[in-house]
């Protein structure tokens, strides 16, 4: 665990509500983006297997895990590369009712992540796309 220069613990971003928490990339050739960000910046990657089958390959700073890619699914096929972000909050089901009260568009609705959490997928009232997540904590 390391502490920012704000005194803020990596951890936190966990926890804290409004903390971008999470990274990820969406591609058709995860082995090819692999090899580029390992050229590019060293990351490492660890694999873990998805209950709907295929890998999610968490993105490593050292020991620090910072991210995610994972391959495309079926249902998005055709939707090119792209990196998503994910902002942690408080509830995600307060927060999307709220986005969209504020003139957001829920583009996918509050949804469990097993072992992960709960998160949502938010267009905001210009077309910026971003998820927001709750995240389950283990003691």
């Known amino acids: 665990m390391t502490i920012d220069k704000e005194g803020i613990m990596d951890e936190d971003r966990f926890k804290r ?62 939707v090119p590369p792209h990196w998503g972000l994910y902002i942690t909050v408080d509830n995600v089901d307060a927060t999307a009712k709220k986005a969209g009260q504020l003139g957001a568009q829920v583009v996918v609705p509050p949804t469990d992540i097993p072992k992960v959490g709960r998160f949502a997928v938010l267009q905001d009232q210009q077309g910026a796309a971003f998820a927001i997540i709750t995240y389950v904590m283990e003691t």
């Open 17 to 78: 509500h409004g903390m971008f928490s999470w990274n990820e990339l969406m591609t058709g050739d995860v082995e090819s983006a692999k090899r580029f960000y390992t050229e590019l910046l060293g990351w490492t990657f660890e694999e873990f297997p998805m209950e709907e089958g295929g890998s999610y390959w968490v993105i490593k700073v050292g020991e620090e895990e910072v991210g995610g890619i994972m391959g495309t699914p079926p249902t998005d096929q055709g």
